[in-house]
Each structure stands twice: as structure tokens, then as C-alpha cells.
T-cell receptor
Framework: GAVVSQHPSWVICKSGTSVKIECRSL??????MFWYRQFPKQSLMLMAT?????????EQGVEKDKFLINHASLTLSTLTVTSAHPEDSSFYIC??????????????????FGPGTRLTVT | GQNIDQPTEMTATEGAIVQINCTYQ??????LFWYQQHAGEAPTFLSY??LDGLEEKGRFSSFLSRSKGYSYLLLKELQMKDSASYLC??????????WGAGTKLIIKP
């Protein structure tokens, strides 16, 4: 159980174009999803927290107009990188929490990660 | 500020035991998590400690001392497939996960 899928697994795009990444919880309803970015040999950097039916909460320094997040349903969240540039090339990973599995801290901390999307902007 | 410290890299031998330490300073504490991340893949959840003591789960155990701001992940009977990065993360008082930079564990035959 608690499987999260992510699509696409990798994408190459030209500078100035937009890329959409989908994150789906396959066998549970995820009220909260997280979007991370990870550069080589670095740890996860939380970009935003996405709650179904409401606006995403962005971390400091993350441009909300550049990284558009939509959490339209309990099983789907999307991240759109608009006007991508080479410095946006990174490994983007989503995660989801399965509510009702225990304490709030346990639920929010035990995150189920998607396989990640490797974005290369040329 | 909030800070998670863990060694950058460790090397161990197949079949042996290794202990990966993590110290933290955070605004409040709502639990400590360990994740495993193989190269090029997403992290997978290993353990969650919120009370002091040792939690054992198969070959992996995780220890927490809240008074010392300290945790360790103990891996026994090491296998080659255990070669990965191990991420320590602490949930602060705002229920935000603060991630460490990870410890790359290299297993040698």
C-alpha cells in the first residue's frame, strides 16, 4: 500500500518552455502532498506543501509564479515549471501522507515518495 | 536556526555493523525520522522515533535521546544493497520536516 507515482520520470525541455509534472497517490487519498527539489549530492529541499482544494504553501525563496502547484483532487497534485531555465534542472520529487494512520506528526513525517522526475533544461 | 548534522560519508564491510549518528537543534520536536535513498531514486521511510529509546525493525534499529538532541541508525549484517544515503529528518513544533544532508554509506565486500 501507500504507493505514489510520478510522471514523467525524466524530461528534457528547451529554455523558456513550461513543463508539467504529475504526482498521484495510487491506493490512498492524500490530503497533503509535498514537492521537493534535490540537486546532486545535496539533501531534499522542500519547495511547497500542497493541500487538496486550497492554495499551496511555498517555502521562502521559492517563486510561486514560476512553480505552479495545483492539488485538484485527493489523489493528484501537479507542479508546472514555467519558463524553465537551465538552473531549474534538478531532480523533482513529490511525496504524500496517508491520513488516519496515527499521530499528526507521524502522518506528516512518514511520507511516501514518488520515484522523482529528472528535469534537464537546455 | 535549525540544524541537523550527520556525517557526509561512511564506509563499512559487508556483514558488519554500522552506526550512523545524527544530532539536531530545532525549534521544538515532534519526532525524528530516518529515510534511505538509493542513488537516483526517491527516499523510502525507515523509522520514526518520538520517545527516548531504541526501536528495532529487523536489521535496522533507531535510537533517540531527546535530552541530548541525538539519534543514531544502526544497521546490522550489512548487505551490499544497503549502500545508499541515509537521511535524518526532524519534525519541528510547526510540524515541518527539517532534513539533514544525508550520510552516504559505502559497503565494501
Amino acid at each position: 500500500g501507500a504507493v505514489v507515482s510520478q510522471h514523467p520520470s525524466w524530461v528534457i525541455c528547451k529554455s523558456g518552455t513550461s513543463v508539467k509534472i504529475e504526482c498521484r497517490s495510487l491506493d490512498f487519498q492524500a490530503t497533503t502532498m509535498f514537492w521537493y527539489r534535490q540537486f546532486p549530492k545535496q539533501s531534499l529541499m522542500l519547495m511547497a506543501t500542497s493541500n487538496e482544494g486550497s492554495k499551496a504553501t511555498y517555502e521562502q525563496g521559492v517563486e510561486k509564479d514560476k512553480f505552479l502547484i495545483n492539488h485538484a483532487s485527493l489523489t493528484l497534485s501537479t507542479l508546472t515549471v514555467t519558463s524553465a531555465h537551465p538552473e531549474d534542472s534538478s531532480f523533482y520529487i513529490c511525496s504524500a501522507t496517508d491520513p488516519g494512520t496515527g499521530t499528526l506528526a507521524g502522518e506528516l513525517g512518514e511520507q511516501y515518495f514518488g520515484p522523482g522526475t529528472r528535469l534537464t533544461v537546455t | 536556526g535549525q540544524n541537523i548534522d550527520q556525517p557526509t560519508e561512511m564506509t563499512a564491510t559487508e556483514g558488519a555493523i554500522v552506526q550512523i549518528n545524527c544530532t539536531y537543534q530545532t525549534s521544538g520536536f515532534n519526532g525524528l525520522f530516518w529515510y534511505q535513498q538509493h542513488a537516483g531514486e526517491a527516499p523510502t521511510f525507515l523509522s520514526y522515533n518520538v520517545l527516548d529509546g531504541l526501536e528495532e525493525k529487523g536489521r535496522f534499529s533507531s535510537f533517540l535521546s531527546r535530552s541530548k538532541g541525538y539519534s543514531y541508525l544502526l544497521l546490522k549484517e550489512l548487505q551490499m544493497k544497503d549502500s545508499a544515503s541515509y537521511l535524518c529528518a526532524v519534525m519541528d513544533s510547526n510540524y515541518q520536516l527539517i532534513w539533514g544532508a544525508g550520510t552516504k554509506l559505502i559497503i565494501k565486500p
